[in-house]
């Protein structure tokens, strides 16, 4: 893939959309390449978030994460991304699939086909941008006509480009593997960051079942942050967050730092009980291993073992520090140039 790219996560809880929408323009400056924000049901859309950041950047590319093949229809997804990819001037990404399946099943939805549902929303919105009249015969989006009908399933308009990149977010060795097979990119959760080279071999053997090479697809590790001048402030930062969703990430990614879902089920407990302060206290130093925390110094070294892992991209998300905007611009400072100059 070349020279290490630098993507960064823009979560809603982070800041209000107004501010989201400038730390973009902070990442821009900062030298990062792509800016992602999270498509999750029930919070602030994604898809304005990405339009307004469309609006106010001109470089780095713009995309959506999670955009997922249940509470979206493909015909939706296309028409979206081939806009924003209109509004951005060809800047626009797309991460379509789910990092759990756990959302989806708040409004109904069980997430057990996901493999096949999100290969058949891929191969839909890829015919729609290449200018297709698209008949469906699959089970997922049966899109079909009675003999007298004329179809009508095609984009009234031309998309800028015929085939936008698209990132397949997933988990588990199927689904990653169906990123490495399909994808122009895949976004694995690299919590902790030790579990690396367990996600990009699952990609990589998928794109190896199909013959493809390995190397043509951009695999952007997404991994918590938490960066400040003092390495204490940051891992206090990062506290919340590992309390939170520690206890739903996944087993063998937990075993690759020597922790396992029952470490964090007294965390869990205090979190279900409405006590989130106590479940953030009881946050082991060795859990928050989970990000990459501490100084700039402290980043730049695991960044390296994350590039020696084969990590590509380097997608970071989180709370980003104690100060998002101190954050964004120590990565421009002190981390990024580190390996631009490599």
């Known amino acids: 893939m070349g020279t290490l790219r630098f993507g960064l996560r823009l979560v809603q809880h982070l800041a209000p959309p107004r501010d989201l929408v400038r730390y973009a323009t902070l990442a821009e400056a900062a030298g990062f390449d792509q800016v992602w924000f999270s498509h999750d049901p029930f919070l602030q859309h994604a898809w304005a978030l990405a339009s307004a950041a469309a609006e106010h950047t ?55 086909d996901v493999i096949p549902r999100t290969r058949e929303a891929v191969a839909l919105v890829r015919r729609l941008w290449g200018g297709e009249v698209v008949a469906n015969e699959e089970p997922n989006f049966p899109w079909r006509w009675p003999l007298d009908w004329t179809p009508q399933a095609y984009l009234r308009f031309s998309p800028r480009r015929g085939r936008i990149p698209v990132y397949v977010c997933a988990f588990g060795d199927e ?34 079942a199909v013959g493809r090479d390995p190397g043509e697809i951009d695999i952007a590790g997404c991994a918590w942050l938490s960066l400040a001048e003092s390495a204490e402030a940051a891992g206090e930062r990062l506290r919340p967050l590992v309390a939170y969703f520690g206890p739903y990430l996944e087993e063998p990614a937990l075993a690759t730092m020597g922790l396992g879902q029952g470490d964090f089920a007294p965390l869990k407990r205090l979190t279900d009980a409405n006590r989130p302060a106590k479940a953030a ?53 002190r981390v990024i140039p580190r390996f631009r100059s490599a």
């Open 58 to 112: 001109r470089r780095v590319g713009i995309g959506v994460l999670g955009t997922n093949p249940y509470t979206l229809d493909p015909c939706e997804i296309a028409a979206w991304a081939a806009t924003l990819d209109e509004l951005s001037e060809g800047r626009a990404l797309l991460g379509l699939g789910l990092h759990t399946g756990e959302m989806v099943e708040w409004v109904g939805h069980n997430a057990w």
């Open 175 to 208: 689904y990653l593997g169906l990123a490495g097979e399909i994808g122009e990119g895949a976004l694995p959760m690299i919590t902790p960051p030790e579990s690396a080279a367990l996600m990009v071999e699952r990609v990589r053997a998928g794109a190896r």
């Open 281 to 333: 206290a009881a946050v082991t130093p060795a859990m928050l291993r989970l990000g990459i925390v501490g100084t700039p110094e402290d980043v730049v070294r695991a960044i390296e073992r994350l590039v020696a892992d084969g990590i590509t991209q380097i997608n970071l998300g989180g709370p980003l520090g104690p100060d998002p905007e101190a954050a964004i611009r120590l990565m421009g400072e």
